[in-house]
């Protein structure tokens, strides 16, 4: 029997993911890129999954933090962008960051290598085709005017829009390190392995002021259309931190705890400012935290203002672009279909998640779904115990003021994740300090994720040899 493709449109993060797990579970896709027919205001290359702001997929522990959890539920399941991750990581502290270039040549290569993946380089205008009885829209936040509009009419939303802001990219060799050290906060060891994944630049107080009112009168790029429009808190760029409180920067990416000056000890930083490094050569770093809409040329001298950077050379400045997500919860059922339109799945950001590793993983699960309904399987999500199953409950039905348009993008969180009782209690019968109670009842949120996302797969594997 000839199994009908299933079409993906949009070759990012999520429509790529998408487009694997389709194809691993034995149905034909065609991958919809319309790069480079038509470009985009971020995107740099034609590649699939490129990377446009950081080069960080966060957190890669498990026992620890939510996203490193959603990391090992994605490799559980096979994930191209994990894989690919995971084959071109560079140091990154306690996270897990990559050589945006390698990464994004290896998903390309390997989609193009697969002998189930068609990828057709075209921009889909309007609604997808009505004979395509099977598509997976994951335009992410650069969705076409075209798509957009027709989306909107289709579902009778007004549009939800916010700005995401590109951190600037510096040139190792221009960072003084005469003034900057190597080091990640509190030396912890990331996947890779290094405690001094990090440059770090530090100010005293009078330097920190001095910057904070250069941020506050820098010339910003406005976009008066959008005024409206508000800021993902988890993306504020660096000068609307200051707009917010003069603190804000210092207690959010310039905190300077845990960390000591090498070429001063005694002396304890102000603020610090960190670069991330950005490619497998270490030649380029990134601002980390540093999104930006100031304009170019006042981004060149205030960033130049940082200690350690007065003769910075840049790869790249920062910049803004739109990111459109739908009303997710009202518009979308429990496997992701538009419910105006079933034939009609969403993935990625556009469907009101943040951040590249829950963009992916929203498209892993759109994917597994397109896949199963193809095969006359059941589309079962994962357990609400998962970060997976906790991600999709979210959007597709756990905000309680969706019909109110409150819906908000949302990184994965323990908050979205069942509550489990920690222990209070140690082997000795003492009371645990409140630290470590944390992160016990994390590393037991983690292996009952783990546990429960095993028997899932397992018991999927059974129904589909029994069907």
């Known amino acids: 029997?000839?199994?009908?493709?299933?079409?993906?449109?949009?070759?990012?993060?999520?429509?790529?993911?998408?487009?694997?797990?389709i194809a691993e579970a034995g149905v034909p896709v065609v991958l919809h890129?319309?790069?480079?027919?038509?470009?985009?205001?971020?995107?740099?290359?034609?590649?699939?999954?490129?990377?446009?702001?950081?080069?960080?997929?966060?957190?890669?522990?498990w026992t620890g933090n939510a996203v490193g959890l959603l990391h090992a539920e994605m490799r559980a399941l096979g994930s191209i962008i994990m894989s690919c991750g995971d084959a071109h990581q560079v140091p990154a502290g306690g996270a897990l960051a990559v050589d945006r270039d390698g990464f994004a040549e290896a998903v390309t290569a390997r989609l193009e290598a697969h002998p189930l993946v068609t990828i057709a380089r075209e921009e889909v205008a309007g609604l997808p085709d009505a004979a395509w009885d099977s598509v997976i829209v994951a335009t992410g936040p650069l969705t076409s005017p075209a798509l957009s509009d027709a989306i909107l009419k289709l579902t009778g939303e007004g549009e939800l829009s916010f700005f995401?802001?590109?951190?600037?990219?510096?040139?190792?060799?221009?960072?003084?390190?005469?003034?900057?050290?190597?080091?990640?906060?509190?030396?912890?060891?990331?996947p890779g392995g290094d405690a001094a994944a990090y440059i770090n630049c530090p100010m005293d107080r009078d330097q920190y002021e001095a910057f904070i009112d250069a941020l506050l009168a820098g010339p910003k790029s406005e976009f008066k259309d959008w005024e409206h429009v508000p800021y993902f808190d988890g993306c504020l760029p660096i000068e609307v931190m200051a707009e917010r409180g003069r603190e804000t920067p210092r207690h959010g990416p310039m905190k300077p705890v845990g960390l000591t000056n090498e070429h001063d000890p005694q002396t304890k930083a102000w603020a610090v400012v960190q670069l991330r490094q950005d490619n497998a050569l270490g030649t380029l770093w990134n601002m980390?935290?540093?999104?930006?809409?100031?304009?170019?040329?006042?981004?060149?001298?205030?960033?130049?203002?940082?200690?350690?950077?007065?003769?910075?050379?840049?790869?790249?400045?920062?910049g803004l672009h739109r990111n459109t997500f739908l009303n997710s919860p009202k518009l979308l059922d429990g496997s992701l279909r538009l419910k105006a339109d079933p034939r009609l799945r969403f993935a990625g950001q556009v469907t009101g998640v943040e951040g590249y590793v829950e963009s992916a993983a929203v498209g892993l699960l759109a994917g597994r779904f397109a896949a199963a309904e193809r095969l006359g399987q059941a589309?079962?999500?994962?357990?609400?115990?998962?970060?997976?199953?906790?991600l999709i409950g979210h959007i597709t039905g756990g905000h309680i003021d969706a019909g109110k348009g409150s819906f908000q993008p949302m990184n994965i969180n323990y908050g979205l994740l069942p509550p489990i009782e920690g222990p209070r209690h140690g082997d000795d019968g003492k009371r645990l300090p409140h630290k470590e109670r944390?992160?016990?009842?994390?590393r037991l949120v983690g292996e009952r994720a783990l546990a429960d996302l095993d028997a899932w797969i397992a018991g999927a594997k059974t129904l589909e040899a029994a069907e």
């Open 379 to 390: 589309a079962t999500p994962p357990p609400a115990t998962t970060a997976l199953g906790a």
């Open 438 to 442: 944390g992160r016990a009842k994390k």
């Open 1 to 21: 029997m000839t199994v009908k493709p299933v079409h993906v449109v949009g070759g990012g993060l999520a429509g790529s993911e998408a487009a694997w797990q």
């Open 288 to 318: 980390v935290g540093f999104q930006t809409k100031l304009k170019h040329a006042a981004q060149t001298e205030i960033f130049r203002m940082i200690p350690g950077l007065e003769k910075a050379v840049f790869a790249r400045l920062g």
């Open 33 to 61: 890129e319309m790069r480079p027919v038509r470009g985009t205001d971020a995107h740099q290359t034609d590649r699939l999954a490129e990377l446009v702001c950081s080069n960080s997929f966060r957190a890669d522990d």
């Open 164 to 190: 995401d802001a590109i951190a600037p990219i510096v040139n190792f060799d221009s960072v003084d390190m005469d003034v900057a050290w190597r080091q990640s906060r509190y030396d912890k060891e990331g």
